[in-house]
C-alpha cells in the first residue's frame, strides 16, 4: 500500500496543487485516464470546502490530503479540523451526503457535485474535524513502488 500524503494552508491558491498532484498520483496508481478530470474536479470541490471551512471558522491548521494506493482501489481523503456537530463521530455516504440536514449552502453544493463525480464516496464529521474520503477502481498496472 503507497500513500502520499499532503498539507497545505487554507488558501485557495493552494487548491490547483492538490488538483495537479492527485492527478499525477492516481495516474501513477492505475487509474483509467478517461477518469482523471473525475478525480481532478471531485479533490477540487472537496479542498476548496475545507479550505471554505477553515477559513470561516477561523482556523490556521493545514488542509490535509491522503492519497492512498491499495491492491484494487485509490483513495483521497481530505480532511479539515472543524468539529462537528455534538454528539460523536457521524457518517454519510453517496447522495446521502447531499441530504443530510445538518451541511447547508455551499457545503451541500460542493458535496452534490463531489457525489456527481464520483461513486464510493463517504463524508464523516465529528469533535477532531470532518472528512471526505472517495475512492476509484484501478486497474492491475501501477506506477507506484
Known sequence: MATVELRFSAQPEHVRTARLVAAAVARRAGVEEAVLDEVR??????????????????????VRVV?????????????????????????????????????EGEDEMGLAVISGLVDDVEVT?????????????????????
Open 125 to 145: 464529521s465529528g469533535e477532531a474535524g470532518g472528512t471526505i474520503r472517495m475512492s476509484w477502481p484501478v486497474s492491475g498496472v501501477s506506477a507506484l513502488p
Open 67 to 103: 492519497l492512498t494506493e491499495e491492491e484494487k482501489v485509490f483513495s483521497i481523503e481530505v480532511g479539515d479540523e472543524v468539529p462537528g456537530p455534538a454528539g460523536g463521530p457521524s457518517a454519510v455516504s453517496g447522495i446521502e451526503a447531499v441530504l443530510d440536514p445538518d451541511i
Open 41 to 62: 474536479l471531485a479533490v477540487g470541490e472537496a479542498c476548496s470546502r475545507a479550505v471554505g471551512l477553515h477559513r470561516s471558522n477561523g482556523l490556521t491548521a493545514p
